[in-house]
Antibody, heavy 116, light 108 residues
Framework: QVQLQQWGAGLLKPSETLSLTCVVF????????WSWIRRPPGKGLEWIGE???????KYNKSLKSRLTISVDTSKNQFSLNLNSMTAADTGVYFC??????????WGQGTLVTVSS | SYVLTQPPSVSVAPGKTARIPCGGE??????VHWYQHKPAQAPVMVIH???DRPSGIPERFSGSNSGGSATLTITSVEPGDEADYFC???????????FGGGTKLTVL
């Protein structure tokens, strides 16, 4: 069973870029798909995108123009960059991993606030 | 894009059974996963692939996917089960994950 730990800046100004990183502890990094999910205040979970160990990505179409998800297999890490942040991007961001379409293990979450 | 529909809220008395539906077009052809999300915590997968329960999840949690709807069932509900519950599938046509809007389970 893998464990995930994430980090990154939690307070941003409008137009800045969000950068989050998630490190994976345990075996089988290459067996999983690594995802980012967010939950805005008062709303539900939103799937942001995923990457596999080869660097192949899939993105939510609504975020695709601003989004980059990358992987560093040498460090068992994957990262999210979301540019041109606005208040609508405020929420808790989670990293997660799964071996199929499900999300088996989750990071602890990072509260991201966009405010001038 | 694919849409999953859940009721915003379900209320149940302690010890009773809670059923949370999740609807979507031809959902029976998809694998449905369920997550429990409590405030200030990470979500937890409680059911995957329609009805499989991950290790560590109580047997009180079960899932089904037939008849045009997927359902999460929680028997002998406890106060600690109070949380938001989300269904999720992989949408092959758009090639990305999709969550239902979530259902807030209130234990009366």
């Amino acid at each position: 069973q893998v464990q995930l730990q994430q980090w990154g800046a939690g307070l941003l100004k409008p137009s800045e870029t969000l950068s989050l990183t998630c490190v994976v502890f345990g075996e089988s990094f290459s067996d999983y798909y690594w995802s980012w999910i967010r939950r805005p205040p008062g709303k539900g979970l939103e799937w942001i995108g995923e990457v596999n160990h080869s660097g192949t990505t899939k993105y939510n179409k609504s975020l695709k123009s601003r989004l980059t998800i990358s992987v560093d297999t040498s460090k068992n890490q994957f990262s999210l960059n979301l540019n041109s942040m606005t208040a609508a991007d405020t929420g808790v961001y989670f990293c997660a991993g799964g071996r199929g379409g499900e999300l088996e293990q989750w990071g602890q979450g990072t509260l991201v606030t966009v405010s001038s | 894009s694919y849409v999953l529909t859940q009721p915003p809220s379900v209320s149940v008395a302690p010890g009773k059974t809670a059923r949370i539906p999740c609807g979507g077009e031809n959902i029976g052809s998809k694998s449905v996963h369920w997550y429990q999300h409590k405030p200030a915590q990470a979500p937890v997968m409680v059911i995957h692939i329609d009805s499989d329960r991950p290790s560590g999840i109580p047997e009180r949690f079960s899932g089904s996917n037939s008849g045009g709807s997927a359902t999460l069932t929680i028997t002998s509900v406890e106060p600690g089960d109070e949380a938001d519950y989300f269904c999720q599938v992989w949408d092959g046509s758009s090639d990305h994950g999709v969550f239902g809007g979530g259902t807030k389970l209130t234990v009366l």
